[in-house]
T-cell receptor
């Protein structure tokens, strides 16, 4: 079974530029998550989708970050414009159901973003 | 508020020895789940083990076991017979419910180094 796919793996941009990340979850997984992991910290949830609807985006900086999950499968996360503090690893995860009980989140390899 | 504390920034263990990684948590939610993930230098978060708050027995998965002490709010990971490939960051996470979603809150992680 294929895991969670993410691209690109690495991205370097200058501040005020735009960037987009792509994620393809495990086949059949209804729920998709985007996390931000700043160096030296644990991941922090940015947004959670169930199928193609947003379940939780309370920690997404909506003035510059946006995400969509068209057709309830793959997803894109965009930053526009980027700031220096957005330098981090962006992790995508998916789970079979809504994340309750023993429903486990499986993570992709992440995209390492550096903002200069 | 939900909180996960991992007090050991770094740990060393001799190959083939056992090691315990500490995790304490704080939540007022009576139903929660505790997870441990491994993050090698490649960046992907790998699921290791899960413990539910109502589970009577400590979880085990191969060389991994979770020492769950509910009254102390601790969920320590025990790795038996350490291998060189166990060198990585280890994150404890707690799943709680809120606003119709199930969110993972991560600790800051412990860097484990296995010495040959």
């Amino acid at each position: 079974e294929a895991g969670v796919a993410q691209s690109p793996r690495y991205k370097i941009i200058e501040k005020r530029q735009s960037v987009a990340f792509w994620c393809n979850p495990i086949s059949g997984h209804a729920t998709l998550y985007w996390y931000q992991q700043i160096l030296g910290q644990g991941p922090k949830l940015l947004i959670q989708f169930q199928n193609n609807g947003v379940v939780d985006d309370s920690q997404l900086p909506k003035d510059r970050f946006s995400a969509e999950r068209l057709k309830g499968v793959d997803s894109t996360l965009k930053i526009q414009p980027a700031k220096l503090e957005d330098s981090a690893v962006y992790l995508c995860a998916s789970s079979l159901e809504g994340g309750a009980g023993t429903d486990t989140q499986y993570f992709g390899p992440g995209t390492r973003l550096t903002v200069l | 508020a939900q909180k996960i504390t991992q007090t050991q920034p770094g740990m060393f263990v001799q190959e083939k020895e056992a090691v315990t990684l500490d995790c304490t948590y704080d939540t007022s939610d009576p139903s929660y789940g505790l997870f441990w993930y491994k993050q090698p230098s490649s960046g992907e978060m790998i699921f290791l083990i899960y413990q539910g708050s109502y589970d009577q027995q400590n979880a085990t998965e191969g060389r991994y076991s979770l020492n769950f002490q509910k009254a102390r709010k601790s969920a320590n990971l025990v790795i038996s017979a350490s291998q060189l490939g166990d060198s990585a960051m280890y994150f404890c996470a707690m799943r709680t419910s809120g606003a119709g979603s199930y969110q993972l809150t991560f600790g800051k992680g412990t860097k484990l180094s296995v010495i040959p």
